[in-house]
Structure formats: C-alpha cells, structure tokens
C-alpha cells in the first residue's frame, strides 16, 4: 500500500524558511492527491494545503496569506511544501496525507517544525 515519508524538519528562527518533502512509495492511479496539515501540542489537527497529481489543482488554509507553497514532482513521487516568513505559530508537526477517492486515507508519521521569536 502507499507509504509516505516526510523530511526537512527542523528548528528555525522566525522570518527563516523551511522546505518539507514527502516521498511517496507504492502510489497508483487510485492515489488521486496529496495533501499537508500539521498539529501544534493541545491543537487539532489543521489543514495546511492540498494538490492533485494529475492537474495540479491547489488549495491552502486561508490563514496561511500566502506563506506557504505546496508543489509536486511526478516522476520523483515526491510531494513538497515551501514554508516562507515561518512564525511561532507555525510550530507544530507536519504530515503528509495521500487521497484515494478524494478522501485522505493514508499519512505519514510525521516531521516536526519548531519556529523560535
């Protein structure tokens, strides 16, 4: 089945940049997006962004204005998210998430983004 890693982790300083990585392993057709949300300690889990592999379709958290950036790489299976001008709040855990069926069914473990003031 679709396992999912993801990298980049790390601590930063506000106003730095970080770029996380999912690679996707045993992907099909059936596998028709991907997607990244992240969960800061005592928080639900929260939306972050999302793409389809086959027409690139995006969306992200409305209270993300812009920071963010969610790509892909087709031939590397590799799902990726540019996080600019980080604040404190971003702190939390990353994961990556891959639909089937328009509904998010598989997740990786997990990378961890600390963001210092």
């Not at 990585?21 to 962004?49: H, I, L, Y």
Request: proline share 2%; with cysteine; aromatic share 12%.
């Amino acid at each position: 089945q679709v396992q999912l890693v993801e990298s980049g982790g790390g601590l930063v300083q506000a106003g730095n940049s970080l770029r996380l990585s999912c690679a996707v392993s045993g992907r099909t057709f059936s596998n028709d997006a991907m997607a990244w949300f992240r969960q800061a300690p005592g928080k639900e889990r929260e939306f972050v962004a999302d793409i389809s592999w086959s027409a690139g379709s995006i969306h992200y958290a409305d209270s993300l204005k812009g920071r963010f950036t969610i790509s892909k790489d087709n031939a590397k299976n590799t799902v990726y998210l540019q996080m600019n001008s980080l604040k404190p709040e971003d702190t939390a855990v990353y994961y990556c998430a891959a639909s089937v069926t328009s509904s998010y069914v598989y997740w990786g473990r997990g990378t961890q983004v600390t963001v210092s003031s």
